[in-house]
């Protein structure tokens, strides 16, 4: 089993068992849980933004935010880390839970791509060229050099609830809430 597939089939375990460590470390405060929270609402909006466009496995997504970067989910989820990271105020907690976001879905991201030029080929080719892996450009890429090499390619998408629903990305929210709520117990039994 390469390293890429490891993380991609264990991420989730390893998320749990990882998650125990960082809220045993953290130390939340008032002011880091709303600083924390604010940033991870940020996160939130970009990866309901993006849910809101994505087919998965059924065509190469490159509207909306896809037209900024090819993982605008796994960005927002970046910035949900942050705000997750702000909120336990611990230095320790943060390097964990920031290393294993960069580690893991570094190598997710490779597999994922590795797995759309399987299905797309020359047109996920050239919606690479012209989108970046994660970090957004400031404009977004021409969708005709990106869509017009493949009929599966979807250059005239648009957000949907139905598609967010389908992508089940109420759960992100609902798993923020609750780290959010546990985190205010854990600042109410450190003050008590």
């Known amino acids: 089993m390469s390293a890429i597939d490891f993380f991609a089939r264990w991420r989730v375990r390893i998320g749990y068992l990882l998650a125990a460590v960082v809220l045993y470390l953290s130390r939340p405060v008032p002011r880091s849980l709303v600083i924390g929270a604010s940033i991870g609402v940020i996160g939130l909006a970009i990866r309901a933004y993006a849910a809101g ?6 065509v190469l997504t490159t509207t909306g935010p896809y037209a900024y970067t090819r993982n605008p989910l796994y960005f927002g989820s ?13 230095r320790l ?7 294993y976001f960069a580690l893991v879905y570094a190598f997710v991201m490779r597999r994922e791509e590795l797995e759309l030029r399987g299905h797309h080929g020359a047109a996920f080719d050239a919606y690479a060229q012209s989108v970046p892996l994660f970090f957004p450009r400031l404009t ?24 967010f629903r389908r ?23 450190h003050t008590a």
């Open 53 to 58: 466009y994505l087919q998965k496995q059924e």
């Open 78 to 90: 970046g910035i949900l880390a942050l705000g997750a990271a702000i909120a336990m105020n611990s």
């Open 93 to 99: 907690s943060a390097i964990l839970l920031l290393v």
């Open 140 to 163: 977004p890429a021409r969708q005709s050099t990106v869509s017009s090499l493949d009929p599966a390619v979807s250059p005239a998408g648009a957000f949907t609830w139905a598609q």
């Open 167 to 189: 992508n089940h990305e109420q759960q992100a929210t609902l798993g923020f809430l609750l780290l959010l709520l546990v985190l205010v117990i854990i600042w109410r039994l």
